[in-house]
């Protein structure tokens, strides 16, 4: 499957947005449609398989898996994170991390780490070793 949609179109990004209200209890809820987690020219070929991990529930699975490991590796003693570092620390795939970051963001999971914005006014993220350094949200509960 191909790389996580890093900008959002403004249909998909109101999306994003109710996606994020509705997903914070339960990390497990499947709020994404395909055209969420492909590339809007990607071959339909893409579509179809993000459809069919959605519907088997693999998508669920390994966002589970990556919470997981983001809650034993690093939720518990506060630290920022890559998904470099998760995948050195977990043992999980480096690929299957950052394809899953950005869903556990718009459930409102984690959040990346914003230094700055450019002059045509797109934020600057923080980066270590070439990734987005990435923050856990936590709850108000």
């Not at 230094?115 to 600057?124: A, M, R, S, T």
Request: hydrophobic share 30%; proline share 2%.
């Amino acid at each position: 499957m191909s790389h996580e949609v890093s900008q959002f179109s403004n249909e998909q990004n109101d999306i994003a947005l109710n996606s994020r209200n509705i997903g914070r209890g339960n990390a497990t809820e499947t709020l994404y449609q395909p055209k969420l987690i492909c590339h809007k020219n990607d071959h339909e070929t893409s579509f179809a398989a993000a459809e069919k991990m959605i519907k088997s529930g693999a998508l669920n699975k390994q966002e589970q898996e990556v919470l997981g490991a983001i809650d034993q590796f690093y939720y518990r003693r506060g630290f920022n994170f890559t998904a470099k570092g998760l995948s050195h620390w977990s043992g999980l795939d480096y690929h299957i991390i950052q394809r899953r970051l950005s869903g556990l963001c718009l459930k409102g999971k984690i959040d990346r780490i914003k230094i700055g914005v450019k002059p045509d006014g797109n934020p600057v993220y923080k980066k270590r070793d070439g990734c987005c350094v990435w923050r856990i949200v936590r709850s108000k509960s």
